[in-house]
């Protein structure tokens, strides 16, 4: 059974820090790209990084490129965004995701404030 289960979201201020985390279970781990979405409301969910099976590239929204580095533990079955510099709009709810065998996968998400 495929299963995605976030964790590590909360109250932040901006400019400061964050990691989430993403287990992963029910599928060979290495042989899938991941990726993580946010969502606000009102919005469809917008792609945040994504992470290749191999670790040997990655790619971020222009919102977030220089800020947040996406990684990856095969051995682990992790998938961790560091999140730095945080502005208040990376308010979300943030989702790790999986395509696998031409089906998506959704973890139930975690939501993170930026605030002061």
């Known amino acids: 059974q495929m299963r995605l289960v976030e964790s590590g979201g909360g109250l932040v201020q901006p400019g400061g820090s964050l990691r989430l985390s993403c287990t992963a279970s029910?599928?060979?781990?290495?042989?899938?790209?991941m990726t993580w979405f946010r969502q606000t409301p009102g919005r469809l969910r917008e792609l945040v990084a994504a992470?290749?099976?191999?670790?040997?590239?990655?790619n971020y929204m222009d919102a977030v490129r220089g800020r947040f580095t996406i990684s990856r533990d095969n051995d682990q079955n992790t998938v961790d965004p560091e999140m730095n510099s945080l502005k208040r709009e990376a308010t979300a709810v943030y989702y790790c995701?999986?395509?696998?065998?031409?089906?998506?996968?959704w973890g139930q998400g975690t939501q993170f404030n930026v605030f002061s």
């Open positions: 029910g599928f060979t781990f290495n042989t899938a790209a």
């Open positions: 992470i290749t099976e191999t670790v040997d590239t990655t």
């Open positions: 995701s999986v395509l696998f065998l031409s089906s998506r996968y």
